[in-house]
């Protein structure tokens, strides 16, 4: 965006574990925005808007932060909602903010928001791992994309979370593509290590208008440029690869295609530009498929692309740089996505530790995918 407005100023992650216990989902998001505001240097009292992913109204009525716009996107997507609605003068500091503690007590299946109840879902066992699977084999079969390759993401991303002291998997490592293989299969191709985990925390960011950056204790960072692609309504329906819309440019495999392109459009920049790729990793062929439809490599490409190493930490295509769901954490349905943007913030700032991307500028951030039929894109930036 050409003399942006707004810019993220505050970014925190409260404590993050597979269980939090003594704590509830409205304690964390206390926690996550009192630390956010504190890391940009404001106060409750600056707020007047906010996005939550828990009863926004409610959220608002609690903290006493009316009169205050709300907003209504969650994880990526409440970024650019947030910027535009600085930018639109509906607010001068919005404050967006995602938790779950206490939500996952069933431990014997899946985690409730990778199991959707309704009709044409639960009768077929089609939970989220799945769908995305669907999704997974038809690459394979189309493109002869190998377990290997799989399996070489979700090793990448693990051991990324395995250096992390932050991440709930600290210390797990370090894995290499031969122990996901042998871990249990759960929905062909994915076995156990190829999936996210469950977990407890809570994340905020805090967007503020140009007059409130001199006054905010961090280097701001930008929205660059912003896009999403929906294909329908997520986790109802069995996902298809070919399901189109009426103009059939894109089919649902190539799902963010178009929102990236214009992601890129808006930012006047290409993929060369961008440093590090902070993508959301549900399962280990969702970065595949977003290497894919984002630009970064042709289509059929992205198994040998991993496998060559391009997504390491010091590979020419850093990935998930804090262990993302599979590692870091996975609380909730929106706190995950939302984190994808949070550590795009931190590698612009340099504060990514032993994980830290050198001179990294530009980061793309993603939420979503083809098994969920929906997919969003943030370009981050530390220069307006």
């Avoid at 709300?70 to 535009?84: I, Y």
């Avoid at 993401?153 to 991440?167: E, M």
């Avoid at 701001?220 to 819309?245: E, I, M, N, T």
């Avoid at 198994?303 to 599979?326: K, L, N, Q, R, Y």
């Amino acid at each position: 965006m050409s003399d942006p407005r707004a810019a993220i100023v505050g970014v925190h992650n409260t404590p993050q574990a597979r269980r939090l216990e003594g704590t509830t989902s409205r304690k964390l998001i206390s926690e996550a925005a009192l630390g956010a505001l504190d890391d940009a240097g404001l106060a409750l009292a600056d707020v007047d808007g906010v996005i939550g992913d828990i009863d926004t109204s409610s959220l608002i009525y609690d903290l006493r932060l009316g009169p205050a716009w709300q907003g209504g996107r969650f994880g990526v997507s409440a970024v650019p909602e947030a910027v535009s609605a600085v930018e639109a003068g509906e607010a001068d500091v919005v404050l967006i903010v995602a938790a779950a503690a206490g939500t996952y007590n069933d431990r014997a299946s899946t985690a409730p928001w990778t199991r959707p109840e309704n009709e044409f879902v639960a009768p077929f066992g089609l939970f989220t791992a799945a769908e995305f699977a669907l999704i997974a084999r038809r690459h394979m079969i189309e493109y002869g994309t190998k377990p290997e390759q799989l399996a070489t993401v979700a090793a990448t991303i693990r051991n990324n979370g395995h250096h992390n002291p932050d991440a709930v998997y600290f210390g797990r490592g370090p894995f290499k593509p031969e122990d996901i293989l042998a871990s249990r299969m759960v929905a062909d191709p994915f076995h156990l290590l190829d999936c996210a985990m469950t977990s407890e925390g809570g994340c905020a960011l805090v967007v503020a208008s140009a007059d409130r950056i001199p006054d905010v204790a961090t280097r701001p960072v930008y929205v660059l440029g912003a896009s999403a692609d929906y294909f329908g309504p997520a986790y109802r329906h069995p996902p298809s690869w070919d399901l189109a819309g009426r103009r059939g440019d894109h089919v649902n495999g190539q799902v963010g295609a178009r929102a990236a392109e214009r992601a890129f459009r808006r930012a006047g920049l290409s993929r060369r530009d961008v440093d590090v790729l902070e993508l959301y990793d549900p399962f280990s062929f969702e970065i595949i498929r977003q290497l894919e439809a984002f630009g970064f490599c042709n289509p059929g490409e992205g198994g040998p692309f991993v496998e060559d190493g391009h997504i390491a930490i010091t590979g020419s295509h850093p990935v998930t740089t804090d262990g993302g769901t599979m590692s870091f954490s996975h609380a909730g349905a929106s706190p995950q996505m939302l984190q994808r943007v949070i550590r795009g913030v931190q590698q612009l700032r340099g504060q990514a530790g032993q994980l830290q991307v050198p001179g990294a500028r530009v980061a793309l951030c993603s939420g979503g995918g083809a098994g969920a039929l929906f997919t969003s894109v943030v370009l981050l930036g530390t220069e307006a």
